[in-house]
């Protein structure tokens, strides 16, 4: 400790939460814990920005997207294989530029609500470089849960299914042991 040292005030440590968690931090949901892999922030344009956590418990991963303007709005989802969702979805949104009203998913309908234009980067980044892309979003019929597309590309695309959740769903937030 040098004689400056001594006059600088310490930072307050933070309680880790769901809102500001970072790479290696721990949480627990559904009877599991998780690891942070990642944080992506996303940028929807008009001043609107979310984010999102990818996190692993080991057997296997998902998505945390968090919106926390008012209202708060939290989902978690999965990624599937877009073949699954039938086998026109994808091309007739490489004819079109648009996607279909409907998709079938396991043998559930989801219904277009949402279509989206946004910029996104990974937070570990050391480039200032956001990727460009296009996002769908199905609704079931009580809206509780939905598949979202991705469209990166001409033809690269991914696909999720989530469903909306509760903040109080999650629990027992440990900070990265690299802090």
Known sequence: MGLFDFFKKEKPIEDP???????????????????VKDRTEYDW????????YTVDNGSKSMFIH??????????????IKMFELGPLVKQTIVDTDNAPKRVS????????SDEFL?????VDDDDDEWS????WVFYNEDE???IGIMRWGETEMDAVKGRIVKEFEFSNFLSSPEK
Do not use: M, R
């Not at 968090?66 to 990624?79: A, G, R, W």
């Not at 946004?118 to 990974?122: T, W």
């Open 17 to 35: 939460t769901l809102f500001n968690l970072t790479k290696g931090a721990i949480l627990d949901y559904d009877l599991a814990s998780w690891i």
């Open 45 to 52: 344009g008009n001043n609107q920005y979310t984010f999102e």
């Open 66 to 79: 968090i919106d926390d303007s008012t209202p708060l709005k939290i989902d978690i989802s999965e990624p």
């Open 105 to 112: 998913y396991q043998d559930k309908n989801y219904f277009l």
């Open 118 to 122: 946004g910029h996104c980067k990974s």
């Open 132 to 135: 460009e892309f296009v996002n």
């Open 144 to 146: 509780s849960e939905f």
